[in-house]
């Protein structure tokens, strides 16, 4: 029996060197002979929290503090990181992340990273917009300003290198803006961004657009459209105006992100065909290959489209915008010109060819910094 002070702290100096050797609980439960909830309490001297996280998982997706005391008992043993992933079935990055954010293979610990493990999922959480004041008002300042939070993300990054509490994610800032109660930063700030509205939307929705006839999918398009380095894949879509009453039709080079903008008198399936007919007879051939749809109804004359021009039109998988990432983006800087909620109807084909011609004479990013135009004719260059 250990019932004596000096017993008790003799117990707990045995099982703290074993742990210290690398051991796990249930090792140095068997190797003394007590129950592991005992060693689990001298431990940490909390009882109901050791209890506690011996029971707790994040979910499936995360480590269980089984799985962090095989890490441990691989790392005593001296295996690499391949080794006891494979053990385990999990990703090597996957183990690698979890030594390394809990003291090195030198001094993990299972139990202590499982511990943190919990700390950190537990909520809820102060928001760190709420706690750093000084960042929330640079994050306002940047955003009323039209900067995306992708872009003062980055920024931030860039500015305060040496300073982890002037650093958020994009997605915090967006957090921030769309959910009501946080509080972290102004409401009508929501406003500043591309798409200007207050609520995202779900994921989930139903699918409630009519169905578009022998329709070729994104999976059978060439596999020469997603490296980019040929011209002549475009990406399309309308952009939408006040009420979805009026629309313009955009299309998005993938290679060179140049763009083109088309004058719709309503959106129905074969003034969009036609229109897109005349926007691409003006192009060379070799630049007009392909066009990536999603699934709107307008796009439903495409078989005829196709037949008429030969340029094949796939369509993506619903609700999937990322697979027309050039078009979401560009459409979203159109929206400096062509803000939500205005009468789209009453811009003529030289209106739009003007908003064309700013964003391919503007330098992007990921082009390296060329704009869309010089871009296009290097690319038409090394093809001619």
């Known amino acids: 029996m250990w019932r004596s002070t000096e017993e008790r702290r003799e117990r707990e100096r045995l099982i703290r060197g074993l742990a210290a050797r690398g051991l796990t609980v249930e090792e140095i439960a068997g190797e003394l002979g007590f129950s592991t909830r005992t060693v689990y309490r001298d431990l940490e001297g909390r009882s109901a929290t050791a209890a506690t996280l011996s029971e707790w998982s994040a979910g499936p997706g995360r480590l269980s503090l089984a799985e962090r005391e095989e890490i441990s008992r691989g790392l005593a043993r001296h295996e690499s990181f391949t080794a006891i992933a494979a053990g385990l079935g999990r990703a090597v990055s996957t183990v690698s992340r979890e030594v390394a954010a809990n003291g090195g293979p030198n001094r993990y610990r299972a139990f202590r990273a499982h511990r943190g493990a919990h700390a950190r999922a537990r909520r809820p959480k102060t928001a760190k917009l709420v706690a750093c004041p000084g960042l929330a008002a640079q994050v306002a300042v940047w955003l009323e300003s039209l900067w995306s939070p992708e872009k003062i993300a980055r920024r931030l990054r860039d500015e305060y290198p040496d300073d982890p509490m002037m650093r958020v994610s994009h997605e915090t800032i967006y957090q921030s803006l769309y959910v009501q109660g946080r509080g972290e930063l102004r409401r009508e700030l929501s406003r ?104 709107g109804a307008e796009m439903a004359r495409h078989v005829e489209f ?41 811009l003529s084909q030289a209106n739009l060819d003007v908003f064309a011609w700013m964003l391919n004479d503007r330098p992007r990013e990921t082009l390296g910094g060329m704009k869309p135009s010089e871009k296009l004719a290097e690319l038409l260059a090394h093809t001619g």
Request: proline share 6%; charged share 30%.
């Open 192 to 295: 500043c961004l591309h798409t200007g509205r207050a609520a995202r939307r779900p994921r989930n929705r139903l699918e409630t657009r009519g169905r578009i006839p022998n329709k070729v999918m994104i999976s059978e398009r060439p596999a020469e459209v997603a490296d980019r380095a040929v011209p002549g894949h475009w990406e399309g879509d309308l952009l939408m105006g006040r009420n979805n009453r009026s629309q313009v039709g955009t299309l998005v080079e993938r290679a060179t992100r140049y763009v083109l903008l088309l004058q719709l008198d309503d959106g129905r399936a074969d003034t969009v065909a036609e229109a897109m007919k005349q926007a691409i007879r003006r192009l060379p051939a070799e630049l007009v290959k392909t066009i990536t749809w999603d699934q």
């Open 306 to 346: 196709t037949i008429d021009t030969g340029v094949q039109v796939y369509f993506c998988d619903p609700h999937s915008p990322w697979q027309r990432g050039s078009n979401e983006q560009t459409n979203g800087l159109l929206r400096d010109f062509m803000p939500k909620g205005y009468d789209l109807s009453k």
